[in-house]
């Protein structure tokens, strides 16, 4: 399987070299040549296969020879250890619950699929030593921490967003330590990640010191996301109504590999972009200017994404063609209020403590089904609701239960360097 950068066809790489480099030389990011449809009959014996068989098979062409069998197969079935259950919320509503991991959030499956992926090739002898460099708004620093923690040959360097993530993130992401280096940076996710662009430009830097991305750009962080979708339907095939899924989005991510799993053939009928007042899509989808601006803090704020890396890629499953992204896409946004009062509601109407992602997912989902009787929605709950501890509590008025991977983090001493700028984070990268 080749890949092709996204600013021009011309840029080829394996899966392979698209892993290791994270981002083609001209600042593309890397697509599949080829988007194969699964036969039918995959589909109907879904139900039958373990959680492994399922993402084998979705994943390994775009894997090519890269990676042996049998050595995939147990990448995947460290990846995919935990549950990924879809759970009853109202009459034609489910959470597909995403944070069953050791991080409790959905970036856990692409973290560890991409540190086994990497792990190999470093183990082969492919590459000799790498900096993976990373940009977070709340969850991904802390599931790549934990997933590339100890990998031999691989350091990890974090950059978010000073003061604006939640205090169990910042704890996921600066107490590991070992191989593990957070930067805090003064300014917004967006200035994190076009620093982390810029290195991966930075002929120096790379010259020195081998860097990766472990964001969604990088096709080893971006298409296992897929899965999801795929255990979803094992456990949703059977509701004799068309599917519709409601994806919280941040970096658009997530929601592009749902819609390249239904570009393999997977029956899902349409897909809902849930954004919080960090809304670019959904204003595109409203009147058709793409117009990113700097992003806005939320309560939801692993979504505070002004320009949305994977978007790109959006654009070309749907061929760049606006009336095609219209047909099988829609986009909501909400604010913080209008999130506080649907985590309120929902709790005290089921009992169901929805995370503030989780939320915004939800509201989305209302609004698609306001007039559509013949579809079951679902909406991904990206997180679990103790990592936004203080919002929720105060919105439900509960205590939330604290799980014991969390708990044992609490006490700990972050541990990091302050940023401003580019050049200190070359510095940085430097030393
Ligand atoms: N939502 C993210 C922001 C980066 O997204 P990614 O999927 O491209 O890593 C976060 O929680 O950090």
């Not at 470093?122 to 000799?128: A, D, H, N, S, T």
């Amino acid at each position: 399987m080749n890949y092709f950068s996204l600013n021009n066809r011309e840029h080829k790489a394996n899966f392979e070299h698209a892993v290791v480099r994270g981002l083609a030389p001209d600042k593309g990011l890397y697509f599949p040549e080829k988007i194969g449809k699964l036969p039918k009959s995959f589909f109907e014996q879904i139900g039958s296969l373990s959680k492994t068989e399922v993402a084998f098979e979705a994943i390994k062409n775009y894997v090519g020879e890269e990676i042996p069998e049998k050595r995939l197969k147990d990448i995947l079935a460290h990846t995919l250890d935990f549950d990924f259950p879809v759970v009853p919320v109202e009459e034609n509503i489910s959470s597909l619950e995403l944070f069953h991991g050791p991080t409790l959030a959905f970036k856990d499956v692409g973290a560890r699929f991409m540190a086994g992926s990497l792990g190999y090739f470093v183990e082969k002898g492919k590459i000799e030593k790498l900096t993976v460099l990373v940009a977070t708004s709340g969850d991904t620093g802390g599931a790549v921490a934990n997933g590339f923690l100890g990998v031999e040959g691989i350091d990890v360097v974090i950059l978010y967003p000073k003061g604006k993530v939640s205090e169990i993130q910042e704890k996921q992401l600066t107490t590991l330590g070992q191989n593990v280096t957070a930067l805090e940076v003064n300014g917004a996710f967006d200035e994190c990640q076009d620093m982390v662009k810029r290195a991966f430009l930075d002929d120096e830097i790379q010259q020195k010191r081998p860097l990766t991305s472990a964001n969604s750009i990088n096709v080893a962080r971006w298409l296992p996301q897929m899965f999801y979708y795929f255990l979803a339907y094992r456990q949703l095939k059977d509701k004799g109504r068309k599917l519709v899924f409601s994806v919280p989005s941040g970096n658009f991510g997530n929601i592009c590999a749902g819609i390249l799993a239904k570009e393999m053939g997977l029956p899902i009928d349409h897909f809902v972009a849930s954004n919080n007042a960090n809304n670019v899509v959904t204003r595109y989808l409203t009147n058709g200017n793409y117009e990113p601006r700097n992003s806005v803090q939320t309560i939801s704020n692993a979504m505070d994404v002004g320009n949305p890396s994977n978007f790109v890629r959006v654009l070309e499953i749907f061929e760049n063609k606006f009336g095609n992204l219209k047909k099988h896409l829609s986009s909501y946004s909400f604010d913080d209020l209008a999130t506080k009062m649907a985590i309120k509601e929902v709790h005290q109407k089921t009992g169901y403590t929805m995370d503030p992602h989780g939320a915004v997912g939800y509201l989305g989902l209302q609004e698609f089904l306001k007039h559509r009787q013949d579809y079951h929605g679902t909406f991904l709950e990206t997180a679990h609701p103790v990592k936004f501890m203080e919002t929720v509590e105060s919105v439900i008025e509960q205590k939330v239960q604290i799980p014991a991977v969390i708990d044992s983090i609490l006490d700990k001493k972050k541990k990091t360097h302050q940023i401003s700028d580019y050049d200190e984070l070359k510095n940085h990268l430097l030393q």
